[in-house]
């Protein structure tokens, strides 16, 4: 069965450090794809990225980066320069079903930027 | 871009009355929707697949007569908690697969529940 593991809790850190958040998944599919969302103070789920599990190329989207290394199951995200409007709590997820739809979250990393 | 829409975003209400929580995708349709529900500080839990036209799909540990799930139209699916308890408090959250190319998946912005 799917599972992700999001291992750490809660990270602090002050303005314009770089943060990685870890991300380590299980997934009986051979074709799956990975996300991260990131949940503001207000609830809703804002939408970061999708990676499919046959792109193993890093992204960049500005000062966040992923690392998506398939031979250890992991999807780290990292955050560069973190500003305070970076804290939130983000959520690694995997697809549940083939129409990657029905979605696993992780438990979540509540990151907090302090100034 | 695509926007899936809640509403109310947050409810009171007393034990033992039933609350409808709507989902709307605003700008596209969706066959199928899906409630997934949140414990504070905690992760989010697929409750159920809605399917526009016919009976939503629960997934295992989630009681059908307790989160009635209605898919009336493409752009509408409704979850309504009946006879709601303190322990039905919760956030609920629905999402919706959008109908470009990329298929991105969209969540609403969230009910809060809270039951007395």
């Known amino acids: 069965a799917q599972k992700v593991t999001q291992a750490q809790t809660e990270i602090s850190v002050v303005e314009k450090e770089d943060v990685t958040l870890d991300c380590v998944y299980e997934t009986r599919d051979t074709t799956y794809y990975l996300f991260w969302y990131k949940q503001p103070p207000s609830g809703e789920l804002v939408f970061l990225i999708r990676?499919?599990?046959?792109?193993?190329q890093n992204e960049i989207s500005g000062r966040y980066s992923w690392n998506f290394q398939k031979s250890t199951s992991s999807f780290n995200f990292t955050i560069t320069a973190s500003q305070v409007v970076d804290s939130a709590v983000y959520f690694c997820?995997?697809?549940?079903?083939?129409?990657?739809?029905?979605?696993?979250f992780g438990t979540g990393t509540r990151l907090l930027v302090s100034p | 871009g695509a926007v899936v829409s809640q509403h109310p975003s947050w409810v009171i209400c007393k034990s033992g009355t039933s609350v409808k929580i709507e989902c709307r995708s605003l700008d596209f349709q969706a066959t199928t929707m899906f409630w997934y529900r949140q414990f504070p500080k905690q992760s989010l839990m697929l409750m159920a697949t809605?399917?526009?036209?016919?009976?939503?799909?629960?997934e295992q540990g989630v009681e059908k007569d307790k989160f009635l799930i209605n898919h009336a139209s493409l752009t509408l699916s409704t979850l309504t908690v009946t006879s709601a308890h303190p322990e039905d408090s919760s956030f609920y959250i629905c999402s919706a697969k959008g109908t470009s190319r990329t298929g991105e998946l969209f969540f609403g912005e969230g009910s809060r529940l809270t039951v007395l």
């Open positions: 997820a995997v697809n549940l079903n083939t129409g990657f739809q029905k979605l696993v």
């Open positions: 809605s399917n526009e036209g016919s009976k939503a799909t629960y």
């Open positions: 990676r499919n599990s046959f792109d193993e």
